[in-house]
């Protein structure tokens, strides 16, 4: 197994090589089984400290139409900024998509067959950390050629209810695939505005046992001083007073 994943990395190595660098095209000598074909959607929060970079990679194919939502859930520290600096490049190093936002999504057709990078920058923040949740993947939509024509063939050879139902089936789960990303979304503003309540009512509490300090702090003075201003000291021979 370890030889045959040797084996399958100078391959792919090759090819990147003789192509010039990234995939433009699938490959018709290699078959579904050698090609790494990574997860359909990972959704995770991180951690960005204050001027800290971190950048993930993700594996899609040619055709394949590659998303990216981000929304930056908690900010800590001094001189906060909810900004944040997200890019992806492609396997060529060519920047495919960028956003500078508190939120926001990146979405394209896939050109380039390889691993995708994506870089979250929080160098807005020199003094603070914040934390993102991340929910991004690939899917595949359309129908290539080889399986159009097999799908053809079968539609003669089988009954057509069948046919119906394969792709009603078909049609639900894209459905369902894209009523999860949009729940996602709907998580991460429901995450961010727990986070900013939470902080706002800190801030208000934090504030008001700082002013009511101040306030008994201000009468305590005031007390003090017009006390001593009917404070008198009794002359020589004066008879003390009661």
């Not at 997860?39 to 139409?65: K, T």
């Not at 993947?137 to 399986?147: D, F, R, T």
């Not at 801030?203 to 001593?228: D, M, T």
């Amino acid at each position: 197994m370890l030889q045959k994943g040797f084996y399958l990395i100078g391959l792919l190595l090759l090819i990147w090589m003789s192509n010039g660098g990234a995939l433009n095209e699938p490959n018709p000598e290699l078959s579904d089984q050698d090609l790494f074909w990574g997860a359909d959607q990972y959704d995770f929060s991180i951690m960005l400290r204050a001027g800290d970079l971190q950048c993930y990679w993700h594996f899609a194919h040619f055709g394949e139409n590659f998303y990216l939502n981000f929304m930056v859930q908690l900010v800590t520290g001094v001189a906060l900024d909810r900004h944040l600096s997200v890019t992806v490049n492609a396997p060529s190093s060519l920047i495919v998509g960028k956003v500078d936002d508190a939120r926001g999504q990146i979405a394209f057709n896939v050109k380039e067959t390889g691993f995708y990078q994506m870089c979250f920058s929080n160098f807005h923040n020199r003094f603070g950390s914040m934390q993102v949740f991340l929910h991004f993947g690939v899917y595949y939509e359309g129908q290539k050629e080889e399986e159009k024509k097999m799908k053809e063939e079968d539609m003669k050879q089988i009954n057509n209810t069948l046919s119906f139902i394969q792709e009603s089936s078909n049609r639900l789960q894209r459905f369902v695939f894209h009523m999860w990303r949009h729940y996602n979304y709907e998580r991460m503003r429901r995450g961010a505005d727990f986070y900013l309540l939470q902080s706002n009512s800190t801030y208000v509490n934090s504030w008001s046992l700082v002013q009511s300090l101040v306030i008994i702090s201000a009468g305590y003075l005031q007390l003090y001083f017009l006390k001593r201003l009917f404070k008198t000291k009794p002359a020589e021979g004066d008879k003390p007073r009661c």
